[in-house]
Each structure stands twice: as C-alpha cells, then as structure tokens.
C-alpha cells in the first residue's frame, strides 16, 4: 500500500473514531434532571409544573399519577418555559390522595423523580340548616339560589346575575369565570330544571338583590351539543327546547347565559 492510501485509510479512521462511535453512555450525559414539583390542586383537578434541567434536551416529558404505585397512569406534558413543563389533570375525585412522579426521557434513557402525594379539595357544603329550593347560598364566589335537589346528598345552585347576547363558546367562557372554579354552562336537563320552579327561583333571586331570570321569547344557553354547529337552548317560561335558528349556529347565535354549580348537602347522621 502506497503512502497516499495509508493516509487516506487513516483519515477515514479519525473521522469514524470522532464521530461516529457515540455510545448510549454518552446520551445518558445529557439526560435532563429534575429540580422542584409545583402542585395546585382543585376538588376534580390538578396542575404539576415541573422544573427540569437541560429541558431542551429531551424528546418526550410528562408524570406518572395513580392513588398508589401499583396503579399509575402516564401522561404527556406540555412546554412551559425553557426549564418546566405542565401537566393539567381532570376527572379526578375530590379528597382524595394520589402519587404523582415527573418522568423525561432524551430518546436512550428515561429519568423518573422522586415521588411526591398530593391530595385534591373536599367538595363544599351547603351552609344553610334544612335547605330548600330558592334559598341562597353566599360561598362559592358570586352565591347562587338552590334551583333543585339532585337527591339527597346534591343539590344545584343557579347564579345571581347573567349575561345577554353571547355566542355559545362565550358562554361558556362567561360561566367559568363567574365564581369559583366550578360553576358552568348547564346541560339541557340541567336548564330544564329550572322551569319547574321559575316563580320560588325568582323570588329567591329577588330576595337576595340578584336579576330575575328573564321570562319572555328570549333563549337561555344550554351547554349540550347537537352536533358540531348547533347547541340546545331553552325558552325558559314555556319550556320549549330549540337548536338552531334563522340559519345561525352556536357561533353566530347569541342568547342569554346563566351558570350553575353542584353543591354538597349537609349530612343529617
């Protein structure tokens, strides 16, 4: 062999050496590492940020939840910052305790946290002694007056004030934010509810310095879909149900929004 292939044969060499013979140790250098968990929990809900290190090198990130270990779901998570991702949780059961552990993984290796418990809100009671329908309740950001009994645990509250000429996606928006977080936009049934006691409701209403609930031709909101165009809506002093009209859908439509929320009774034992 000449020189000239001798040097050629040994220039191919260093380049394979230099860059071509990373080995999974030299990705695991690079594995991002956990700093702090940040939990904020609601009755159903619960947001986990996490701080990580070298965040940027990761392909996937998320958390490992479940009420023990034997029995944890995987979720992804979501950026948030350069060093954190989020997690949002719902469908979760109130007082309850739950496991939760940050993972990440750069594509060789997953890094998993320490474990961390964190236990979600009670549901609240009604603060009334003998509740009744049209009653009001002052907790709960804004109150709300006890429009019916789901059974003998339950009840809904309806909310104080209420809003006219929304779209249906406004609504929505427009009952989150009324009070706490857990008021919004009724179902169909929910709505229905309403119409079998409009006058005790009203009075209620009246009584403790709310708006009436509006009984001309006008529509309430329903949160219950037709389908991807047309949301249910109610005629509150006849009860008649509609969803669509004049060749308007529910982002187009607007009509007026009442929020409900789900309250826990007191326990008589």
């Given at each position: 062999m000449n020189r000239l292939a001798y040097k050629i044969f040994f220039l191919i060499a260093a380049i394979v050496l230099l860059f071509g013979c990373k080995t999974?140790?030299?990705?695991?250098?690079?594995?991002?590492?956990?700093?702090?968990?940040y939990i904020d929990t609601d009755i159903y809900e619960a947001k986990i940020n996490v701080e990580?290190?070298?965040?940027?090198?990761?392909?996937?990130f998320g958390i490992y939840i479940g009420e023990d270990e034997n029995s944890m779901s995987k979720y992804n998570g979501e950026p948030n910052g350069v060093d954190s991702y989020s997690v949002t949780l719902s469908g979760l059961h109130p007082d309850t305790q739950y496991i939760c552990k940050g993972w990440v993984t750069n594509g060789k290796t997953e890094i998993i946290s320490s474990p961390m418990t964190f236990r979600t809100l009670q549901k609240p009671f009604v603060s009334v002694?003998?509740?009744?329908?049209?009653?009001?309740?002052?907790?709960?950001?804004?109150?709300?007056?006890?429009?019916?009994?789901?059974?003998?645990?339950?009840?809904?509250?309806?909310?104080?004030?209420?809003?006219?000429?929304?779209?249906?996606?406004?609504?929505?928006?427009?009952?989150?934010?009324y009070g706490d977080k857990q008021w919004y936009l009724p179902a169909i049934e929910e709505l229905n509810y309403i119409t079998f006691n409009l006058n005790t409701i009203n009075e209620g209403i009246k009584k403790n310095?709310?708006?009436?609930?509006?009984l001309g031709n006008k529509c309430y909101w329903s949160s219950t879909e037709y389908n991807e165009f047309f949301a249910y809506r109610e005629r509150l002093y006849t009860g008649e149900i509609y969803y669509y009209g004049n060749d308007e859908n529910k982002n187009a439509l607007v009509n007026i929004t009442r929020a409900v929320r789900r309250?826990?009774?007191?326990?008589d034992d």
């Amino acid at each position: 062999m000449n020189r000239l292939a001798y040097k050629i044969f040994f220039l191919i060499a260093a380049i394979v050496l230099l860059f071509g013979c990373k080995t999974e140790s030299d990705n695991d250098l690079f594995a991002p590492e956990f700093g702090s968990i940040y939990i904020d929990t609601d009755i159903y809900e619960a947001k986990i940020n996490v701080e990580v290190k070298n965040r940027q090198n990761a392909t996937s990130f998320g958390i490992y939840i479940g009420e023990d270990e034997n029995s944890m779901s995987k979720y992804n998570g979501e950026p948030n910052g350069v060093d954190s991702y989020s997690v949002t949780l719902s469908g979760l059961h109130p007082d309850t305790q739950y496991i939760c552990k940050g993972w990440v993984t750069n594509g060789k290796t997953e890094i998993i946290s320490s474990p961390m418990t964190f236990r979600t809100l009670q549901k609240p009671f009604v603060s009334v002694d003998s509740p009744q329908i049209g009653d009001y309740v002052s907790e709960y950001g804004g109150g709300g007056i006890i429009y019916v009994f789901e059974d003998t645990a339950e009840a809904l509250l309806i909310s104080m004030t209420e809003a006219w000429n929304l779209t249906w996606v406004a609504a929505v928006l427009w009952c989150k934010e009324y009070g706490d977080k857990q008021w919004y936009l009724p179902a169909i049934e929910e709505l229905n509810y309403i119409t079998f006691n409009l006058n005790t409701i009203n009075e209620g209403i009246k009584k403790n310095g709310g708006t009436e609930l509006y009984l001309g031709n006008k529509c309430y909101w329903s949160s219950t879909e037709y389908n991807e165009f047309f949301a249910y809506r109610e005629r509150l002093y006849t009860g008649e149900i509609y969803y669509y009209g004049n060749d308007e859908n529910k982002n187009a439509l607007v009509n007026i929004t009442r929020a409900v929320r789900r309250i826990n009774l007191p326990n008589d034992d």
